[in-house]
Nanobody, 126 residues
Framework: QVQLVESGGGLVQAEDSLRLSCTTS????????MGWFRQAPGKEREFVAG????????SYADSVKGRFTISRDNAKNTVYLQMNSLKPEDTAVYYC???????????????????WGQGTQVTVSS
């Protein structure tokens, strides 16, 4: 069993930055592909960013490319999402997810992830 705990959300103004963190339990963090998803009220959960367990492959939704950066520190069992130039449309609950995958594969669909965090709220005011 893997447990994920997100932190770092909050209320910010447009163009501000936030860094989300997701710390996992368990000794196999280094073999899980990690992803960030978000869900706004009345909308489906959508992929934001993903990283392979090797850390060498990343993928981003078009809406966040150039503004968000995903990274991981396997020694700390933690994955990060650096969010810059935030926009009001980035407002959502952000979820961290972990899923088994080969070392150079990024998962982009929720069904490919096995474990989820409880979510952290990000609110961007205009």
């Amino acid at each position: 069993q893997v447990q994920l705990v997100e932190s770092g959300g909050g209320l910010v103004q447009a163009e501000d930055s936030l860094r989300l963190s997701c710390t996992t339990s368990g000794r196999t963090f280094g073999t899980y592909a990690m992803g960030w998803f978000r869900q706004a009220p009345g909308k489906e959960r959508e992929f934001v960013a993903g990283i392979s367990w090797s850390g060498s492959i990343t993928s981003y939704a078009d809406s966040v490319k150039g503004r968000f950066t995903i990274s991981r520190d396997n020694a700390k069992n933690t994955v990060y999402l650096q969010m810059n130039s935030l926009k009001p449309e980035d407002t959502a609950v952000y979820y961290c997810a972990a899923g088994q995958a080969p070392p150079f594969v990024v998962r982009t669909t929720p069904s490919r992830y096995d474990y989820w965090g409880q979510g952290t709220q990000v609110t961007v005011s205009s």
